[in-house]
């Protein structure tokens, strides 16, 4: 019992803390703000006295508040199994001091807003508004008893549901699931034949198909806009994933294949400078043919380098093309750091491509097509060979790998994906210039792969979404966007360091004792 | 019979230090070949040279005949010559499975056009790969454990492996550098009769590094003893363990009674 007290207290005084601090910089409001988007409740009609925006807030503090509850009626080394006891006590207990934290907050500012004091001055993010909204329009007493009253409440809740859901006990029930999904797996069991069940395995497909192309037409123009970044970005991270992920080079250069891609795009098919006007069908592969040239020149003396040595060259030569694309050199050429404007579109049967919606599903095709080949390459002698060189280079030699040519290779296609990517963005936008390919791409797609996953289609895909989508969704945060992506990529690396979606090896040995014979064809390029 | 690997006066420097001094050795197919030494007396340097890893400073190396000069290491390997290492090199993060598969590297033809289109003849010539990696684990005892990733297995295990690998390239002489290292007396004793397996169950001609004298001993129908680059004695285990620069250099004084006394008992 005495072990559980301190324990609550503990928890209570750490989320106290917690949850003054996010008062502090006034996050209680944009949270607010946030659930309210989320509910769609804004104009909804006042309840008991609390207006809308306050209710949003209640959610959030709520929702805290049964976080601590539940933590702090952990159960404490040593305890014995009493289900229900300890458990309410540490939820009450972690409420209360919860609650007194938060309370003693409210009466405070709550008491100098009302003596009209200006905290704003010393805390910039605490406006009167904020302070209204935190003591919910009453007067600060008021206020504050009522947070005291309601975190423990919630606190108690959180103590309640933990044990009553079993927090230890679901947890240990979770665990026995994995545990048994994982039995099941090496057993060869119902898992394998899901997987290898080709009518669900092509439903599945089916229904991602469906939704994907539903998707745009539900989302408004800016989320196309940003869905159509992130699937840019989805390219070129599957690009960057064979060359690091799969082959193990560090290419912190990769942005330049996307700048080839792009003005080569640009240059065929804007009206300026060249007037050429070319077609965005011919132009698109003159693009990548051009990237993945660039790509096997640059490769063929760079990559004899290993290591940071490959990263350093790599990343001078990312510099080198888009200062070039910006020098005096050029101007006449590429219009230098004007950039080329009124990039041509595609056209499809007629219909020219205006809409960022069909750009969208243009994105998407690329995509799938990009994973197509990734996964049949992953899956084959040179992806072997280029996980194998990853693995260990000179072992691979003399296993017959020829690694400079599978380097080579890896480049060329990585490039290759890339010079794909840069053409699509470049006539999607309309227009481009030096500063589209700084060293931030770069080492953005470099982070997404290292995110999601290396190695591992669906955790750059999970990495673009979370690089590159997350940002756009915590738009609500604003100044706190950059902060909160910082502590969420920590955090991230912190809890999965082999990434979001960490690679998986292919099951080849018990395919053929689970009795399924004909996934040795075509069924394993899953 | 035909020789498998002749080298003739193979010396290799390292700054000053002479590694390979002259190193004649003339190695039977379908022999148990053992190379001895003290730590430092060049063995593994003479592994590099013969695999192409490292360029020999002087000398010949001949494989059927043929000259291994001037070959990269991945070159040897397509010619036949496949090896293990002292510390086990798997592809740790890759499962057992694909690391018999990329041992398979130098057999396959698929190129990167194949493998995107998925051509019949890749195909068929990929469930032969699986396949017959399904075989060489069976053959080393590994069954069942195809899908555990290779820094998973346990170190004999490891071991094994390392050696499938090394077979799946189908190679016409297998170099093994301490293939017991780190093992106890019965996983040794293990290895020993596996080691004698793959040459008469396979044919494969075998070369070894090893210290364990009665591994030696028990198996190696030839030994050469190399101290400080240069070979110092070359015959049967029986001359071997009776030469008395050996007895200097490698086995120590007192070591050669207690060898007889083994190779009095059967193996």
Known sequence: MKKQFRHAIITGIVFGIITSFLFLIGFTGIAADMFGDLLQNKSAAPFMNLTPQMLDMLIFLGL????????????????????IGPAVFGGLITGLVHGLFVSVLALLVGTLDAKGVKINTYLYQILPAVVKLFILAKTPIQGALFH?????????????????????????RLQKKRNESFSKISQAGIFNKIRSNRMILYSVYGIVLV????????????????????????????????????????????????????????????????????????ALPIGIGLATITGILLGAPVLRMRGDYLAIVTLGFGEMIRILLKSDVLTSFTRGPKGVPSIGGPTLFGKPFNSDIDFVYLIFLAVLLIIFVTNRLQNSRIGRAWEAMREDEIVSRAMGINTMKQKLLAFAIGAAFAGLGGAIFASRNQFTGPEDFSLMVSINVVALVIVGGMGNIPGVIAGALVLKGLPEVLRQMQDYR????????????????AGLIPSSRRRMEVERDAGVQETAGEGREK | MTIALETHSLTKYFGGLTAVD??????????????????????????????????????????????????????????????????????????????????????????????????????????????????????????GLGDQLARNLPYGAQRRLEIARALASQPKLLLLDEPTAGMNPHETSEMKDFIRRLRDELGITILLIEHDMRVVMGISEQI???????????????????NPHVIEAYLGSGAASGLKNTEAQPA
Not at chain 1, 482 to 497: E, K, Y
Not at chain 2, 62 to 90: C, E, H, M, W
């Open chain 1, 211 to 282: 939704l994907l192309f539903l998707l745009p037409l539900r989302a408004g123009q800016y989320w196309n806009y940003t869905i159509g970044t992130v699937g840019v970005y989805v390219l070129l991270g599957l690009g960057l994933n064979i060359v690091v992920g799969l082959a193990g080079l560090l290419d912190l250069g990769y942005v330049a294949f996307f700048a080839i891609g792009a003005y080569t795009m640009a240059l065929l098919s804007a009206p300026a400078p060249h007037h050429l006007l070319w077609n965005f069908w011919i």
């Open chain 2, 224 to 242: 050469a003893v190399l101290d400080y680059g240069a070979k110092i004695a070359e015959g049967t285990p029986t001359e071997i363990c009776c």
């Open chain 1, 148 to 172: 005291l009253v309601f975190l423990t409440a919630t606190g108690l809740l959180g103590g309640i549901l933990s044990r009553g859901l079993g927090r230890s006990a679901w947890q240990s």
């Open chain 1, 482 to 497: 950059v902060l909160i992506f910082g502590a969420l990529l920590v955090v991230m690396m912190l809890w999965r360091p």
């Open chain 2, 22 to 143: 002259n190193v004649d050795l003339i190695i039977q197919e379908n022999a148990i070949f053992s190379v001895i030494g003290p730590n430092g007396a060049g063995k593994t340097t003479f592994y590099n040279c013969i695999t192409g890893f490292y360029e020999p400073d002087n000398g010949e190396v001949l494989f059927f005949g043929k000259s291994l000069l001037g070959l990269s290491p991945d070159q040897v390997a397509y010619r036949g010559i496949s090896r293990t290492y002292q510390n086990i090199r798997l592809f740790a993060n890759m499962s057992a499975m694909e690391n018999i598969l990329v041992g398979q590297h130098s057999r396959l033809r698929a190129t990167w056009m194949d493998a995107i289109l998925h051509t019949p003849r890749v195909m068929k010539e990929e469930k032969e790969a699986v396949e017959q990696a399904r075989k060489l684990l069976n053959f080393v005892g590994l069954a």
């Open chain 1, 64 to 83: 805290i508040g049964l976080w601590a509850g539940s933590n702090g009626s952990h159960k404490v080394k040593g305890q014995t199994d009493d289900p």
